[in-house]
């Protein structure tokens, strides 16, 4: 009879697990008391530094942390919502990025810092997305977009040269109002876009953009604009950290 499958990671992260999960669900809300050492050691029949460990993962990714003399508390939510279409309509003359206006209404402050503008070979998904045989270049311009002074997304976007040669999209500045701004201007009408989504670990560089703790997926989106016509007009890859984003899509059918 063949060995039913089990779960081989430390204990202290499947405890973690378990408890991260209450909480996202909201069956831990925000303020609860966590059960004692004692108690949750009981419950999972672990010892005592098996469950601070666990405690000290949940810690670092933020969901909890200790009041001395009190105990442990689930802290207020750190979740992120986001609603791609929400950022679909092009900002208004002068007026922010679509992403920091949202912040703003959600009581954050939402800021940008570019990393880096340039014509760059195509990776191979963009290429394809794009009509590209690999390895033609593309301009990309790389940011790092922040709530409260805290990193939360890392952004590369690749556009045609065709399209963004000459253009504030291949300028070295932040673009007020964002792309679909200065596309607006170049007479492109953004109608649609299409969402790939995928979780994996980190690469170093987005461990370190992104300041992650340790053991903790990334959240990636690999998104196609399309204009009016229904040309591909850029790819869009959106890096989050995976315990403090999760997506909303609607569908009307």
């Given at each position: 009879?063949?060995?039913?499958?089990?779960?081989?990671?430390?204990?202290?992260?499947?405890?973690?697990?378990?408890?991260?999960?209450?909480?996202?669900?909201?069956?831990?809300?925000?303020?609860?008391?966590?059960?004692?050492?004692?108690?949750?050691?009981?419950?999972?029949?672990a010892p005592g530094a098996t469950i601070q460990n666990a405690i000290g993962i949940l810690k670092a990714e933020g969901y909890v942390e200790g009041q001395p003399g009190r105990g442990v508390y689930v802290r207020p939510t750190q979740q992120q919502t986001v609603t791609p279409a929400e950022y679909a309509v092009p900002a208004a003359p002068?007026?922010?990025?679509?992403?920091?206006?949202?912040?703003?209404?959600?009581?954050?402050?939402?800021?940008?810092?570019?990393?880096?503008?340039?014509?760059?070979?195509?990776?191979?998904?963009?290429?394809?997305?794009?009509?590209?045989?690999?390895?033609?270049?593309?301009?990309?311009?790389?940011?790092?977009?922040?709530?409260?002074?805290?990193?939360?997304?890392?952004?590369?976007?690749?556009?045609?040269?065709?399209?963004?040669?000459?253009?504030?999209?291949?300028?070295?500045?932040?673009?007020?109002?964002?792309?679909?701004?200065?596309?607006?201007?170049?007479?492109?009408?953004?109608?649609?876009?299409?969402?790939?989504?995928?979780?994996?670990?980190?690469?170093?560089?987005?461990?370190?953009?992104?300041?992650?703790?340790?053991?903790?997926?990334?959240?990636?989106?690999?998104?196609?604009?399309?204009?009016?016509?229904?040309?591909?007009?850029?790819?869009?890859?959106?890096?989050?950290?995976?315990?403090?984003?999760?997506?909303?899509?609607?569908?009307?059918?």
């Amino acid at each position: 009879m063949p060995t039913p499958p089990r779960d081989t990671r430390p204990r202290s992260q499947q405890i973690a697990a378990d408890l991260r999960a209450d909480i996202m669900s909201g069956d831990l809300a925000a303020g609860a008391k966590l059960p004692s050492t004692a108690e949750l050691g009981q419950a999972y029949s672990a010892p005592g530094a098996t469950i601070q460990n666990a405690i000290g993962i949940l810690k670092a990714e933020g969901y909890v942390e200790g009041q001395p003399g009190r105990g442990v508390y689930v802290r207020p939510t750190q979740q992120q919502t986001v609603t791609p279409a929400e950022y679909a309509v092009p900002a208004a003359p002068g007026q922010p990025y679509a992403w920091i206006t949202a912040a703003t209404e959600r009581g954050q402050r939402g800021a940008s810092r570019l990393l880096d503008v340039g014509e760059v070979a195509a990776p191979v998904q963009v290429a394809a997305a794009l009509g590209l045989a690999p390895g033609q270049p593309v301009v990309r311009r790389a940011q790092v977009l922040s709530l409260d002074d805290d990193p939360a997304e890392l952004v590369h976007v690749y556009y045609p040269v065709d399209l963004a040669r000459g253009t504030a999209l291949a300028e070295r500045r932040r673009i007020r109002g964002g792309a679909a701004a200065v596309l607006a201007e170049l007479g492109v009408e953004l109608t649609a876009f299409e969402d790939i989504i995928s979780t994996r670990p980190p690469t170093s560089d987005e461990f370190v953009t992104l300041e992650l703790p340790t053991e903790v997926p990334i959240l990636r989106t690999f998104r196609v604009w399309a204009a009016a016509e229904g040309r591909p007009v850029y790819c869009e890859v959106l890096i989050k950290s995976g315990h403090l984003h999760e997506l909303r899509y609607r569908c009307s059918v």
